[in-house]
């Protein structure tokens, strides 16, 4: 046992991690990864007949009346009669076919629909990336993928997050060749053009330009400091010159000043006590929402990616070690700059309250979770598979421990948009979690990676 155990923490040169698969998932491959997909994408139309309107109510209908008002020219909403949110939009211009029908359950269907297309869009980049990076056609991947309650539920709500989620899986697949996405023509366009969308569905869209940014820095010696310094100002000027236009000088409103006055208005010099109170605030929650990541991913993709990180130096030079270099950073940055959004919007919400630090909203917690999670499931795939024995350990042991020490996480009311995340813990009750269903998407996972 302690041999085999040895044999993971410690491979050998060749068997750390496979090489990377240049080849696309194949043919036979692909059908199944495309039969998976249109098979969710037939629940996904048979649950849409029973679920006539958004589940939002208020977001979903702001959105869906700006695209009136962007079709008809009137980017300053002056015709819109409630509360103005100014959001980008990128988002209302997407589902705007809606207006094409007349009858409100078509229109409805019709968002839905535009969801389902790029959330399959998602499940088929995930499978690309899992099976290039394990080298492994595995049957359950593409099931996990397609379930996976964020992507999957949230075609149900009128919200920006399956736009962002599917630009955020794409990304990530553009950064794993990032030497061909910065030199070649289409590759580029591309990049630039999500760059571009990304501020304009959401604020913290602005979390690409630093990514963009480092993975430009760790490909210099390829790419040549002429090219990195005109793609990294290029990049900088469509990620930040239309939100400028559009927040700035039709709305008149500053988002990323928002933000940075939500995360410091509470941090108070008059006493001690009160500046420690957002510091002890900012510890707590930010452990809450990495937990939530943690969960709601089913536990086994953070640690796998951390694995990964901890040896992907020992391979040799060559296209999997960049590869694997270029998958981590664009996980660890993206994930970091959308945790510091996150808090930045809970802040303000919570007060920099210590005894509310366990706040969690899914809709901002979940794009770093998805980051995290598809990210970390490469890495649960590319790892060495162990032998029977500790396969026993971590299919059945470890997790019965992680449900052990996690099932704090019960106590909490389940909120479906902000909780969603966690609804695979919530299949007995709506709104309490029960404790027997936890271990379902842990073990899952773990066979995933394991069979």
Known sequence: MANEVASLTHPSDTQVLPELDQRSMGRSYGMYVALIILGTLAVKFSLASQIPYSQALT????????????????WRLTGYSFKKIYTGPAYP?????????????????CIYTIHFLLSAGVVAIGASLVSRFSGRRSLLAPIVLATYAP?????????????????LILTMWLSVDFHATCTKTWRIICLVGICAIFPMLRTP??????????????????????????LAFVVMLFTILPEQFFYHQLYGANRIAGYAQGLTKHFDKSSSESILRPFKFLVLSVSSQIGYALVSTGVWMVPALLAVTAIWRRLPNGKTRTAWRNLLAYAIVMGSVLL?????HISSRAHMNPEKANFVIGRYADPTAIVL????????????RPRWKLQCLLAVVVPLALFLAL????????????????SALA????RYYPTYFFWIPIVLVALVGLI
């Open 93 to 109: 211009l997407i589902i705007s076919p809606w207006t094409l029908f007349s009858n409100p359950r078509h229109k409805m269907l």
């Open 151 to 167: 992507t999957f539920l949230f075609n149900y709500y009128a919200m920006t997050e399956n736009v962002f989620f599917f630009l």
């Open 373 to 384: 999670g598809f990210a970390g499931f490469c890495a649960l795939m590319a790892l060495p």
């Open 340 to 344: 510091v959004f996150t808090e930045a």
């Open 407 to 422: 099932r704090a996480f019960n106590d909490r009311v389940y909120h479906p948009m902000h909780d969603i995340g966690l």
């Open 59 to 74: 977001d979903d209908y702001d959105y869906m009346y700006k695209s009136l008002c962007f079709l008809q020219g009137d």
């Open 427 to 430: 299949l007995k009750k709506l």
């Open 205 to 230: 869209g602005f979390a690409v330009l630093p990514v963009i940014w480092i993975l430009l820095f760790l490909n210099r010696s390829t790419l040549g400091w002429k090219r990195v310094g005109v």
